[in-house]
């Protein structure tokens, strides 16, 4: 894998646990690097998307990557400063 470049996610638009066990494992197939992950198709900015996030910030840092999330609208971006995941955001 190209690590100069970064990896680029996606989520659907619903972060249920399942498609946060399916990122978490395309993670831990892959070496550290930094990791671009698209949340501009989420439907709903609420605590369990931030709940989300988190994990994913969780697994990616347990495993050495850098993650930041692109497309994050005005209500989830509050939500993830609220909860100290400010940085997170492109």
């Known amino acids: 894998m190209d690590t100069s470049q970064p990896l680029e996610l996606t989520l659907a638009a619903r972060a249920t646990p399942e498609e946060v066990a399916r990122v978490c494992a395309l993670l831990e197939g892959v070496p550290p690097t930094d990791v671009i992950c698209d949340v501009g198709g989420l439907v709903h900015a609420d605590l369990a998307a931030v709940d989300a996030l988190a994990r994913l910030r969780l697994t990616a840092g347990r495993l050495g990557h850098r993650l930041r999330f692109r497309g994050t609208g005005s209500e989830l971006r509050l939500l993830l400063d ?6 997170t955001v492109l």
């Open 82 to 87: 609220l909860v100290g995941l400010a940085d």
